[in-house]
């Protein structure tokens, strides 16, 4: 079992930056992958990054290629999302994700993590 609290968000105008931090409890921490999720009003949960439980792959959206940074430090059970030049389409709750392997697809659809955050706010004002 792991538990996710995510921290970090908030309002930021365009062009800013954020950086978003995902706390996991557990010691197998290091074995899940990870991954960030967002979900707009009115919109479906959709994939913006992923890690390997080393750190070694990481996966982005296109929307956020070159833009965002994931990271991960296992000796601190803390996954990271450095969201920079933010756009107000990147307005929305921001989820963190653990799927039960060390390992995880390039583009991995919601319904396949394994453990949940409730999310954190980021409203991104043009």
């Known amino acids: 079992q792991v538990q996710l609290v995510e921290s970090g968000g908030g309002l930021v105008q365009a062009g800013g930056s954020l950086r978003l931090s995902c706390a996991a409890s557990?010691?197998?921490?290091?074995?899940?992958?990870m991954g960030w999720f967002r979900q707009a009003p009115g919109k479906e949960r959709e994939f913006v990054a992923a890690?390997?439980?080393?750190?070694?792959?990481?996966y982005y959206a296109d929307s956020v290629k070159g833009r965002f940074t994931i990271s991960r430090d296992n000796a601190k059970n803390t996954v990271y999302l450095q969201m920079n030049s933010l756009k107000p389409e990147d307005t929305a709750v921001y989820y963190c994700?653990?799927?039960?392997?060390?390992?995880?697809?390039?583009?991995?659809?919601?319904?396949?993590?394994?453990?949940w955050g409730k999310g954190t706010l980021v409203t991104v004002s043009s």
């Open positions: 994700a653990a799927l039960n392997s060390p390992t995880i697809a390039a583009e991995p659809q919601y319904y396949g993590m394994d453990y």
């Open positions: 890690i390997s439980w080393s750190g070694g792959s990481t």
């Open positions: 557990g010691r197998t921490f290091s074995s899940y992958a």
